[in-house]
């Protein structure tokens, strides 16, 4: 195999191990987020992988979301929904006292801010440094002055390759 194949299949592999991770790791995740969300009525922006990825995500809100908040409000944003603009307008102006979660896609990587957020959710593997840092900023660069939670589900943090450099930053 070509060096470049050989590279395209490692990070194939690491990609579906990091979802395998996260499905295993998913019936434990409620009381994960029961002891670390302490925010009740907290916006948290939850990063996914793709379309499938998010449905199945959301999917689980109601168990997994139920023991720090059971009123939770799912928004959805990616590129190729018509109601992403409102859905992200509505997110961002939600005071209510209810657990907001706003599910995105390949969104709110680089340079786009939201005030008041309470944390950030990865369920989105990654390799990708960039990616990473870009994810974790929305909530050190916004945050709702605490200290911002930022849940790596799927560990991206253990598989990036300039974790050290990652590490000094931090």
Known sequence: ?????????????????ALR???EQADGLDKVFEHHITNKSGKYIVFCANKEHMDEMVSHVPEWFAGVN?????YEAYSDDPNTDKAFADFKTDTSDRLKLLF?????????HVEDISGVILFRPTISPIIYKQQIGRALT?????T???LDVVNNFEGLTSISGLQGEM
């Open 104 to 112: 995105c896609i390949d969104m709110l990587n680089e340079g786009v």
């Open 1 to 17: 195999l070509s060096l470049r194949r050989q590279r395209q299949m490692c990070i194939r592999d690491r990609y579906l191990d």
């Open 142 to 146: 916004a945050g709702d002055n605490t």
């Open 21 to 23: 991770r996260a499905l």
């Open 148 to 150: 911002p939670l930022i």
């Open 70 to 74: 059971p009123d939770v409000v799912v």
